[in-house]
């Protein structure tokens, strides 16, 4: 019970971890304005140039 918590815990900080220091795999970088934006943004949403995918 208590290692299962215990192994929750540590995927949520590996999680957290690769979220932080792999910000390209969760954000998309504006080729205009070069603001990041979401993964599923459609377009910018600082200068509103659509993405390509
Ligand atoms: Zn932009």
């Keep these: 019970m208590s290692s299962n918590l215990y192994l929750v815990i540590m995927l ?3 999680f957290l971890i690769t979220a ?4 390209s795999l969760f954000r998309k ?5 070069g603001s990041k ?3 599923e943004a459609k ?3 600082k200068c ?3 993405f390509q995918e």
Excluded: A, D, L, Y
């Design 37 to 39: 934006n979401w993964i």
């Design 29 to 33: 970088k504006c080729p205009n304005c």
């Design 12 to 14: 949520g900080v590996i």
């Design 48 to 50: 509103g140039v659509p």
């Design 20 to 23: 932080f220091s792999v910000p």
């Design 43 to 45: 377009v910018c949403k």
